[in-house]
């Protein structure tokens, strides 16, 4: 399979390289000094489970410059990036394209299939904990790499196959790769854990360690988990298991000292996520007549002290 990545930050980086490193054909699609550094030197991805991975040559363009017909189009952007998304997939994508959206906002793939009705949009998400440190640099400090792909309920599937084939490929290339036949609950039990995470870690302004050391750190993060699975019981999703307990999991193996991508977008002063991530689930809650007073909280705080 051929294969575009459009967004080479922490997953865009990881999925890419990954599959590049097991000889699959990548192109990612990248600009500015990111772009230039893989272009002149490569991709590098430090991880602290099985060294560094290093991507040379590597297919780097930018956007603009793509112009193939990918068999798998992921889309690794920022949510506030989607337009640009939109229109990228618009342009490159053929009728035989899986498009897979890989971002930390729920629903992502229902948004862009509603103004590309003529694509295949997917819903995916992703379990990782990466970020680029520097032009051409990923970090991944944390083992932890899975990701999760399928079609909505009632979607047209004709593509299925080719879904199928592509969870092997992932799988042989290390990455944990789910062909799921309920995206809808498996992209919100995720969101379950990212969402409350960054809108916690904003609030209080603390990295990883404080949910398993500070008390009021760690019951905000539970409530704002409850409120995410009552707003999906609402929706009629039925969660395969304990959110809060799971949640719990993945944070307590946590090394200290993580931030979010939303902290890191919000301490740069450009924009962030925080619409998708936090207001999000206000309007939700609102919408399907659920109580959210903790993310309502954290939303008029945040927005109150500039930081939305």
Not at 139 to 159: A, C, H, T
């Amino acid at each position: 399979m051929k294969f575009a990545i459009f967004g080479v930050g922490g997953t865009g980086g990881v999925i890419g390289g990954y599959l590049a490193n097991a000889g699959n054909d990548v192109t990612f699609l990248a600009r500015g000094a990111h772009l230039k550094a893989m272009q002149e030197k490569g991709l590098t991805i430090h991880t602290n489970h099985r060294g560094d991975i290093h991507i040379e040559p590597c297919k780097a363009v930018s956007a603009d410059d793509y112009h193939e017909t990918p068999d798998v189009l992921f889309i690794c952007v920022k949510y506030y990036s989607l337009e640009a998304a939109i229109e990228l997939t618009r342009r490159i994508a053929g009728p035989d394209t899986l498009v897979i959206p890989i971002l930390n906002v729920f629903g992502t793939g229902a948004v862009m299939q509603e103004k590309l009705p003529d694509k295949t949009v997917l819903d995916g998400c992703i379990y990782v904990f990466a970020k680029r440190s520097g032009p051409g640099v990923i970090e991944q400090p944390q083992e932890i790499l899975r990701v999760f792909y399928g079609f909505r309920p009632g979607q047209d599937s004709r593509l299925a196959e080719k879904a199928a084939e592509l969870e092997k490929i992932m799988r042989a290339a290390d990455i944990h790769a789910h062909f799921t036949d309920d995206i809808q609950r498996d992209a919100l039990t995720k969101f379950s854990f990212v969402s409350p995470m960054g809108a916690a870690c904003l609030y209080f302004g603390v990295t990883s360690e404080a949910f398993q050391e500070n008390k009021e750190v760690r019951e905000t993060f539970i409530g704002l988990v409850k409120e995410v699975e009552a707003l999906g019981h609402a929706m009629g999703v039925t969660f395969d298991r304990d959110l809060v307990a799971t949640d719990l999991r993945l944070m307590d193996a946590f090394a200290p000292g993580l931030t979010t991508s939303m902290q890191r977008d919000v301490a740069a002063g450009g924009p962030s996520e925080f619409s998708g991530l936090v207001s999000r689930i206000v309007t939700l809650g609102k919408k399907y007549h659920v109580p959210t007073p903790l993310y309502k909280k954290i939303d008029d705080w945040c927005k109150a002290h500039g930081l939305a």
